[in-house]
């Protein structure tokens, strides 16, 4: 599983001016590659992703030859770059050569769908029954399925089990209880906490939990509710509590504090659970992003990739790609993926049998199933309101401008006014 904010905000500005452009030439996308005349028997479909990394590219195309095969056809999979995945389907979408079964990151695909080149999926018969709301949200463009992802992931609390007992602190539930806990954890050489806060999406990903279970919205940033988040985030910093430096940290540089002994306590995905599992001496355990009052349940971000059906002149094509599909969302293949990949299956009911079998999921499999797709408020403006959010927390943190000030500036970037 990559990390889920993979993208800028200029890659989007720019790529949403793209998209304009090309939705005529993309609602008539066209043949792709494979045997037969366009309307005769399909026996190879041709499928595109992002799963580059070796192991994973591998994994995933034993599980498209085997999906393939419940349906007879052959599925040739591409895999390109993350960074390079959108701009490549809008080329295609141009040249009429978009395959007949793409995978998108989820806060991507209502750029794509916008364009008109992917197949609504309830023309197959394909829903979302048994999924989380927000995982059919993430899939959806103005009301209408698109996208299945066959797993999806979030962020909790990861916490080194040795520091806490030694310190005789209790795993953090809410937010006075994780400032209190952060402080006894601090001591020379060894942070209480770290978050992701950098200038990139991956930063404004990590903010969501606090901005959002503290009843904060995107659509309006310049609010108390997102303002106590932030300032959250200023306390841990300013008493010593949490680095500076996690202004310019990712998601990866964080794993590797926790995992050196520079900090305690980490906000951080599932996908970082087969790193800490090689180190048997770190003993560590998942708990639920903390919450600003006890009782609450965390509102996390989705993440994962969603498989869609780009539009195609060939309606058998289509057909066998979306059976395709199918497969892939089936219980039996999301719950190998999963367990492959260590993300949460995407049917409500199948995450609940990974997470009893795998104690270090659950967590994450409970917070799934209230997760908040990125683009669900805002759909293709997000971008702009994502880019605000992690300007503030830059100029909060680094003591430029307060909480309400930082905020009220997010908000004049989120809508360009």
């Known amino acids: 599983m990559i990390s889920p904010a993979r993208s800028s905000a200029r890659r989007f500005a720019t790529l949403l001016t793209g998209i304009l452009l090309l939705a005529p030439a993309a609602a008539g996308c066209g043949d792709g590659t494979g045997s037969g005349p366009a309307d005769g028997e399909v026996t190879t479909i041709t499928a595109l992703d992002y799963y580059t990394d070796q192991t994973e590219h591998a994994q995933w195309g034993d599980l ?29 979408a141009s040249s009429r050569t978009l395959p007949d079964l793409l995978m998108l990151d989820n806060p991507d695909l209502q750029q794509i769908a916008r364009t008109g080149a992917l197949s609504p999926l309830d023309g197959y018969g394909i829903d979302a029954d ?28 990861i916490y080194n089990e040795d520091m806490l007992a030694e310190a005789g602190v209790g795993v953090p539930r809410t937010w006075d209880e994780l400032k209190a806990a952060a402080a006894v954890l601090t001591r020379p050489g ?5 978050v992701d806060a950098n200038a990139t999406f991956e930063g404004t990903w990590q903010f969501l939990p606090f901005l959002w279970s503290n009843g904060g919205d995107e659509r309006q940033l310049d609010t108390p509710q997102a303002a106590q988040a932030l300032q959250l985030w200023v306390d841990l910093v300013n008493s010593g509590s949490m680095s500076k430096s996690v202004l310019n940290w990712t998601q990866a540089d964080v794993h590797d504090q926790f995992v050196a002994g520079r900090t305690a306590m980490m906000i951080n995905g599932p996908w970082r659970i ?24 965390p509102v996390t971000p989705l993440g994962g990739e969603v498989w869609t059906v780009p539009q195609n002149p060939s309606k058998a094509r289509q057909e066998k790609a979306a059976r395709v ?41 409970r917070s799934v199933t ?40 997010a908000q004049q970037t989120a809508t360009g006014h």
């Open 325 to 365: 599909l199918a497969c892939l969302n089936s219980p039996a293949t999301m719950l190998t993926a999963a367990r492959q990949h260590h993300t949460v299956p995407s049917r409500t009911a199948v995450a609940a049998q990974h997470a009893e079998a795998n104690p270090s999921m659950a967590a994450f499999a």
């Open 64 to 92: 498209l030859t085997a999906c393939g095969r419940t349906v007879g056809v052959r599925v040739e999979q591409t895999s390109v770059p993350g960074a390079s995945l959108v701009p490549k389907v809008l080329q295609q």
């Open 274 to 297: 087969p790193a800490l599992e090689q180190d048997a001496n770190l003993h560590w355990g998942v708990a639920p992003v903390p919450v600003p009052q006890s009782g609450q349940t």
């Open 130 to 157: 048994g999924f989380a709301p927000g995982i059919a949200s993430a899939g959806s463009y103005q009301g209408k399925l698109y996208g299945l992802a066959p797993n999806v992931s979030t962020v909790a609390l």
């Open 370 to 409: 209230v997760a908040r797709a990125r683009t669900g408020e805002l759909g293709v403006e997000w971008p702009k309101a994502a880019t605000g959010i992690y300007t503030a927390v830059q100029s909060a943190l680094t003591g430029e401008q307060t909480p309400e000030e930082a905020l009220r500036h």
């Open 190 to 194: 060894r942070y209480g906490m770290a």
